[in-house]
Structures are given as structure tokens and as C-alpha cells.
């Protein structure tokens, strides 16, 4: 669990159906809050990729939520492709 107002690196690996890594076009990543509401967007570009098709972004964490929810998304082959997570805050 991370505290309200750290820094936390969020990361997500776009791989094919057959398991290859891929990088997709115009990646986003998108904050929402447990009442799936968006919070921030983002537009992701080279300088948060790490290496073929894993990306990064340093993000801080609200004070006032308990939970975020992340999602990466961009196109691949002209169709979207995305992958969630989640972060539990906690503030103490």
C-alpha cells in the first residue's frame, strides 16, 4: 500500500496475442477513481518507454482518495489495447 503524496511508478508491458512485445500507437494513461471517473490523462511519449513495449509513468498520488485505478491504452494494428491496475492509498 503507498501513502498519499508519494511518488508511485506505474508500468505496463503491451505484448501481442502470441506473446511478443509490441509498441502501440498514441499510448495514454488514464487515472480514475473507484467510481470509475477520470481523474488525469496523460499522453506518453519515448521518453517513458522503457524498452519494446514497456511503459512508465511517475505519478503522485492524491490525498484524497483511497484508491486509484490506472489504464494504460493505445492502438495496435488500427484496434485499441489496454491493460488496468490499481493502487491502495493509504493516509496517515
Given amino acids: 500500500m503507498a501513502l498519499a503524496g508519494d511518488t508511485v511508478r506505474l508500468r505496463c508491458h503491451f ?9 502501440p500507437a498514441d499510448v495514454k494513461l488514464r487515472i480514475y477513481d473507484t467510481q470509475k471517473q477520470l ?16 511503459f512508465y ?22 484496434k485499441p489495447i489496454l491493460t488496468r491496475g490499481q493502487v491502495k492509498i493509504k493516509y496517515i
Fill in 15 to 23: 505484448r501481442s496475442f502470441d506473446g511478443q512485445n509490441i509498441d
Fill in 39 to 54: 481523474i488525469e490523462e496523460f499522453i506518453l511519449d519515448d521518453s517513458q518507454k522503457e524498452n519494446v513495449g514497456i
Fill in 57 to 78: 509513468f511517475d505519478y503522485i498520488l492524491p490525498d484524497d482518495k483511497q484508491e486509484i485505478i490506472f489504464e494504460f491504452r493505445g492502438l495496435y494494428d488500427g
